[in-house]
């Protein structure tokens, strides 16, 4: 088990890919690693690398578990922009959304853009077999040959998944390029200056850091907002509901920057875990923030459920 262990990250990310739920994806690479195990003696070096064939186990696994599911999205993908900042913010329980991704620091820059939330998105729309198909030729680099056996198929099917599943994201999804780590060296800086402006409830100083058509989505709400104007009301509506006070802490998901945002806590005078806002930062400005309005995901992430006072 030693020698499958140290697959277990690619793995992981692999699986979350397919599933769009970083807990579930958990459980199917303990999944992927007692099959190996159990099959061991049937593993052929000659055949295929031994990272190959744990991805072939995994896929199968994901394939086998996505059977009459129905895709994780974003709001964003559910319909038009909302314009109403002020509409009720329902949560929608029934709908099984895309979840965030706790980064691996140790993963490399190309492992971290096949993890961005508009990447992951887009694959849901795919077929089961075909998400499968690009990832596994796309992201993985796996020959078409090595892809059919693993997936029991022909090269011919195959290469023609592969052409679909292709033609889906171009119409949907942001080109590759897009989703690979900025250039912009000023990335950091403007999360900084974000978090400054949150923590003060300086929404001015907020919308000043937002581009023109800035995206705010905030799953399990199904209520998503575009535009700087409707964002800085949303935010006023939000400082006006919880108070001042917030505390956020910098983190890493989806290959990208993340703040875990905690709210004032009337009750105990701290602060105590309220959303994870995975941003999008493109030449110097935010555009895209995807709010996990529950708290219950910073257990992924290793973040406490509340600070007292400073």
């Known amino acids: 088990m030693t020698e499958f262990e140290a697959f277990r990250g690619d793995l992981l990310a692999h699986c979350y890919r397919m599933l769009g739920s970083f807990h579930e994806a958990e459980d199917l690479v303990q999944e992927t690693l007692l099959r190996a195990w159990r099959a061991a003696d049937r593993f052929d070096p000659q055949r295929a690398s031994l990272r190959t064939w744990l991805h072939r186990i995994a896929t199968n696994a994901c394939l086998n578990a996505l059977e009459g599911r129905a895709r994780r999205p974003l709001p964003s993908g559910l319909g038009p922009a909302g314009d109403d900042p002020h509409a009720p913010l329902t949560p929608s329980l029934d709908v099984p959304w895309l979840q965030p991704f706790p980064d691996d620091p140790a993963a490399t820059l190309e492992q971290r853009a096949g993890l961005r939330l508009a990447f992951v998105a887009a694959l849901q729309l795919l077929p089961a077999r075909q998400r499968a198909v690009l990832l596994l030729r796309e992201v993985l680099q796996l020959p078409a ?34 989703l690979r780590d900025p250039a912009d060296p000023g990335e950091r800086a403007v999360v900084e200056r974000y978090l400054a402006a949150f923590e003060a409830a300086d929404v001015p100083g907020l919308t000043k850091l937002l581009a023109d058509d ?11 907002l575009r535009g700087r104007e409707h964002y800085g009301t949303f935010m006023e509506r939000v400082f006006a509901m919880r108070g001042p006070g917030w505390r956020l802490r910098p983190v890493a998901a989806n290959g990208g920057p993340a703040l875990a945002a905690y709210a004032p806590d009337p009750a105990g005078g701290g602060v105590r875990a309220h959303s994870l806002q995975v941003l999008t930062v493109r030449g110097g400005v935010v555009r895209h923030n995807v709010t996990f309005a529950d708290p219950s995901v910073f257990t992924a992430f290793g973040l406490p459920a509340a600070y007292e006072p400073r």
Request: no cysteine.
């Open 145 to 178: 040959a090595e892809v059919a056996e693993a997936l029991d198929t022909s090269v011919a099917s195959v290469n023609s998944s592969l052409q679909r599943a292709r033609a889906t994201l171009h119409a949907a999804a942001p080109a590759w390029e897009d």
């Open 214 to 224: 800035v995206i705010m989505e905030m799953p399990p709400v199904d209520l998503w």
